[in-house]
């Protein structure tokens, strides 16, 4: 043992302390909301049903006021911090936003050495989002104890071998990540109109060799999915269940052939009957794009700007877009390269046809995405122009405005910058998955809470069924993720029509659920 | 990442390793990168004023780090004790509270986002597939008020505990055995 024992000044014991502090609390203050927790708020019609549920979430603030006076040119490398989880999807956007910002164009090299950079990113990022995040809720599976579902519970079913692979395809694909970026962590390869350094001819064959192993590592994904998800009637029944089904509009990045491209091309919307609705360039994103704001939460609902806020609403009468890999598929028109095309063609056929509105269908169209990030990553790789030395083009105009736009692995990432003719950032906004996805997920919450809490009773099982309704989002909320002990705690509270709370379920940092 | 040696011994596996978890950009949550810092200094201070001709200090190696959960993966093996200083958020005390925890001591739900997948299921995970995994894990974590205003200031109560912890894991260096010069 070490000197330092648990000491005196511990108080990890959770209590019920939190939901007695305000006791007479009956209306919802954002501003004194609990740090740290996720709250629900459920609100009982007088036959004891739900007429309304809100879900809260820490969430990021200040973005705007932090970024005004820097220097844009920072924001590449500042803007990669502000998330633990995907820096280098924030670091890609901030490098276009500033090509956009310095009207300069990448040489045709650099443009393709981002893009493989990216793909190697997203190949990593969705191999590890299957297996060990998304994996609790359809390797393990959905009605397993709550005790398994979680990453050893993964493990436990696809055996010690198969963790070991994710493992090893992860250190071979951040290692060409750091050979090009730098770092894995925190890139510093983007620079307005190009790229930091150049690839080599002996980067290139390592760039093939991992390429080619990640294509068939994909694969193997895509055939691990079909073996425990698919050919398992249950999953299929949830993931089709109208519990988890929402009739919104989809967003995605698109190439010229209205094929998912993660790292350019036009952002294109398809209504909930799957028709093309609009299709534009990312600096027209304001013309398409609008906040509504509530006063019950700090993030802001994204909807479709020309058909105005209509509130929470699936289906014709919608204004709700969401992003993210199903988002995407459902968007596009297929995919560019011909394995995912293979597997794309076979998720809608299996699923009804397009577009598909079943949530919990994004941890399928993930692994179609793995594999189409991997086959890219793979024809990037194997270019002849992707060893050109030619990488940078300096900028020479004053800098004004700039808009850039990826697909995040969570969805379609913008950043928007303002600038004097010093290039100082005078305004800034920033728009992540997470907010495109906003109000689809705060609709998922209600529909859960309706299924799940009826008559006034509230079963301890709805905290995790409501949760698995948003996981497949994987959404981001706030992003001080890193705070221990990484898991959110969740509190649920419902109210009789008069507000007064009738229960309280809280799940806390030690995994209890404690009633009230 | 940065990674800082706390003496001039020359490169080989440290047996300590302070994980120290933050975001310098957002407000408490500086907490781990800024006694990162004292440490770092503390310590070259400390190697300098020892003689290494007899013993050398216990290799103690100071990681930076902003990233999160399986982003932590290589931070949490290839080393014998790690210790992990962090913000939390607790609710059940004050700001500036120091929660000292070894690794059993908090079991963690599933997340509700898979963004919340914690340093404890990576390092379950570290474990399962037989990865050099830990030994001991000492978590120190601060009490935070505010870790998601960007560019916010450190609550006073949060600054007030750097020394504390910065001492903490002085004495945890203190306490190994010294190694034999070769």
């Known amino acids: 043992m070490s000197n330092i024992e648990k000491t005196a000044e511990t108080s990890s014991e959770p209590n019920a302390a939190v939901t007695t502090q305000h006791p007479r609390r009956i209306t919802i203050d954002p501003i004194t909301r609990l740090e740290g927790h996720g709250k629900i708020e459920v609100f009982l019609d007088e036959q004891g049903n739900v007429s309304k549920a809100y879900f809260q979430v820490p969430e990021l603030r200040g973005f705007e006021k932090f970024a005004e006076g820097r220097p844009a040119e920072d924001m590449p490398q500042i803007t990669s911090r502000i998330c633990g989880v995907c820096p280098t999807a924030h670091h890609m956007a901030a490098t276009k936003a500033l090509d956009a910002l310095y009207q300069v164009t990448p040489p045709p090299a650099a443009r393709k050495i981002r893009e493989l950079f990216y793909s190697t990113f997203m190949t990593e990022d969705h191999a590890l989002h299957f297996y060990f995040l998304g994996g609790p809720d359809f390797i393990v599976g959905p009605q397993a104890p709550a005790a398994e579902r979680n990453v050893l519970g993964v493990i436990a079913k696809v055996g010690i071998e198969v963790g070991k692979k994710v493992i090893e395809m992860r250190r071979k694909l951040r290692e060409l990540m750091a050979l090009v970026g730098g770092k894995a962590a925190h890139p510093v390869l983007g620079l307005p109109g190009g790229v930091a350094k150049r690839v080599t001819a002996d980067d290139q064959k390592q760039f093939q060799q991992v390429a080619a192993q990640a294509v068939d590592f994909a694969q193997f994904t895509l055939a691990t999915f079909e073996s425990v998800v698919l050919k398992n009637s249950d999953y299929v029944q949830l993931i089709c269940s109208e519990m988890f089904t929402h009739r919104t509009y989809y967003l995605g990045l698109m190439d010229e052939g209205n094929r998912v491209n993660f790292y350019d091309g036009s952002l294109r919307v398809v209504s909930p009957e799957g028709k093309e609705y609009a299709k534009f360039r990312p600096e027209q994103y304001l013309d398409y794009v609008a906040e509504h704001v509530e006063p019950w939460s700090y993030i802001k609902f994204a909807f479709l700007k020309p058909l105005g806020w209509k509130g929470f609403v699936d289906g014709p009468e919608s204004s709700i877009y969401c992003v993210a890999p199903l988002a995407r598929l459902n968007a596009a028109e297929a995919m560019a390269t011909p394995l995912a095309q293979d597997a794309y063609q076979k998720f809608f056929a299996t699923l009804g046809g397009k577009p598909v509105h079943h949530t919990l269908a994004n941890h399928w169209a993930r692994v179609i995405e793995l594999l189409y990030a991997a086959e890219r990553m793979k024809e990037l790789a194997d270019d002849p122009e992707i060893i050109d030395p030619n990488v940078r083009t300096l900028p020479t105009a004053k800098p004004k405005e700039g808009i850039g736009v990826v697909e995040a692995p969570r969805g379609t990432l913008i950043h928007h910058y303002q600038t004097d003719e010093r290039g100082i950032i005078t305004k800034a906004n920033l728009i992540v998955a997470t907010q495109n996805n906003a109000a689809r997920i705060a609709m998922s919450v209600e529909k859960a809470a309706r299924g799940l809490i009826t008559r006034g009773n509230v079963s301890e099982g709805v ?21 221990l002990p990484g898991s959110m705690p969740l509190l649920l509270r419902v109210h009789e029509p008069s507000g007064n709370v009738v229960a309280t379920l809280r799940r806390d940092f030690d995994g209890k659920i404690q009633r009230t | ?27 408490d949550d500086a907490f781990g990168h800024v006694v990162a810092d004292r440490l770092v200094s503390e310590l070259s201070r400390n190697a300098g004023e020892e003689s290494p001709a007899a013993t050398a200090p216990a290799d103690i190696e100071v990681i930076k780090s902003s990233l999160a959960g399986l982003g932590l993966l290589d931070e949490l093996t290839g080393v014998s004790r790690l210790i992990v200083v962090d913000s939390v958020q607790t609710g059940n005390a004050p700001p500036g509270t120091l929660h000292i925890l070894l690794e059993d001591e908090l079991r963690t739900p599933a997340g509700p986002s898979p ?10 995970l570290v474990r399962r597939l037989g990865l050099p995994a830990p030994e001991e894990v000492i978590i120190l974590a601060v009490e935070t008020a505010d870790c998601t205003t960007l560019g916010g200031n450190m609550h006073p109560a949060v600054l007030a505990a750097i020394p504390k912890v910065v001492q903490r894991v002085a004495e945890v260096a203190a306490s190994l055995p010294r190694k034999a010069a070769s």
Request: hydrophobic content about 40%; some cysteine; aromatic content about 8%.
């Open chain 2, 115 to 124: 963004h919340y997948f914690g340093i404890f299921e990576s390092l379950g």
């Open chain 1, 463 to 483: 905290l995790n069924m409501v949760e698995m309704a948003f996981r497949a989002y994987d959404p981001c909320h706030g992003c001080a993720t890193h705070s």
């Open chain 2, 1 to 27: 990442m940065e990674k800082s040696s706390g003496h001039n011994e020359p490169v080989m596996a440290a047996r300590v390793r302070v994980l120290c978890l933050g975001n310098e950009l957002l407000a």
